[in-house]
């Protein structure tokens, strides 16, 4: 089955600058990569997503890079607020939406220091 | 209006009971899920169940079961509870083959002692 690793575990930024999270995936049929914010004793709550068949997507600070080859894709937050501070989980699926789910990295604990 | 809800938002029981979660969703998604949340965060599906098929996770004992009412229903059996099984679960619900991602319930945090 698929397997995602997510690094770093924890990480910690000056407020307005930038954070990066890497996942790498295992599983090359995977082409859905959502990404997930939780705060905490809250749900995650996805907050950008991309397929296979985009290398790269940008929502206002927030953007995704996927790279297929390689088979890892990281999430770059701009401009750090300290309202971003939160768990961040990336996952990875076959179906985006199918029966098998979503495989979830363990998460990165993002700290904005103001 | 609540897309995906849960009931209860936490539960405490004693080791042996057997408990159920109930889950709704008012999205019109044709597939549901139940995810287990670690005391370390690590998120990791139990099971998923639409229309025409239920897929288990294989690590996931026998004493949790899936019971599907009808579309917009998802419960969670669990018999014979143990501590090891305190965590919190979550409910989800997507659209197969239409991608536009899974949305999760608020969670419910269940507390074996």
């Known amino acids: 089955g698929e397997n995602v690793e997510q690094h770093p575990s924890t990480l910690s930024v000056q407020e307005g600058d930038s954070a990066v999270i890497k996942c790498t995936y295992s599983d090359s049929a995977s082409n859905y990569f959502p990404w997930y914010k939780q705060e905490l004793g809250k749900r995650p709550q996805l907050i950008i997503d991309i397929r296979s068949n985009v290398g790269e997507k940008k929502d206002q600070r927030i953007a995704v890079t996927l790279n297929k080859t390689a088979k890892h894709f990281s999430l770059h937050i701009t401009e750090t607020q300290p309202e971003d501070s939160a768990v961040y989980f990336c996952a990875a699926s076959r179906s985006g939406g199918g029966a098998d789910g979503l495989t979830f990295g363990k998460g990165t604990h993002l700290i904005i220091q103001p | 209006d609540t897309a995906v809800s849960q009931t209860p938002k936490y539960l405490v029981t004693q080791m042996g009971n057997d408990k159920s979660i109930k889950c709704e969703q008012n999205?019109?998604?044709?597939?549901m899920y139940w995810y287990k949340q670690d005391s370390k965060k690590f998120l990791k599906i139990m099971f998923s169940?639409?229309?025409?098929?239920?897929?288990i996770n294989e690590t996931v004992p026998n004493r949790f079961s899936p019971k599907s009412p009808d579309k917009a229903h998802l419960n969670l059996h669990i018999n014979s509870l143990e501590l090891g099984d305190s965590a919190v679960y979550f409910c989800a619900s997507s659209q197969a083959h239409r991608g536009s991602g899974y949305t999760f319930g608020s969670g419910t945090r269940l507390t074996v002692v």
């Open positions: 169940y639409n229309n025409k098929e239920l897929i």
């Open positions: 999205l019109g998604h044709d597939t």
